[in-house]
């Protein structure tokens, strides 16, 4: 195969396979309710948040690394500039208290 041809191989499957792993769901597409309602489906899960913005966000804990606790997510949606839609996990800083697991 010729370096034009596999060029124009690898830049066709590009071209195909592209827009598919582009796309996400993103919240500012759901009401504050069935975005909402994603996260509890889905344990965890990586949606737009709007622009190329994106966040994984999670039901609970359990969705979490071992050492990871769990803060409020708010993201917008079409509906609510604001809207709880699950959690984010994080490692725990200085100021966080252990029994709020």
Known sequence: MGV??????I????GV???AMAQRASTLDMTCPEARAVVSRSRGIVLGTGGSTYDRFVR????????EITIPAYAPTRDTADCFIGYRCREPGRGDRFNRF
């Open 4 to 9: 034009s041809r596999f060029v124009g191989v």
């Open 17 to 19: 396979s592209w827009p």
């Open 11 to 14: 830049s066709a499957v590009l």
């Open 60 to 67: 609970d804990r359990g969705a979490c690394e071992v050492t």
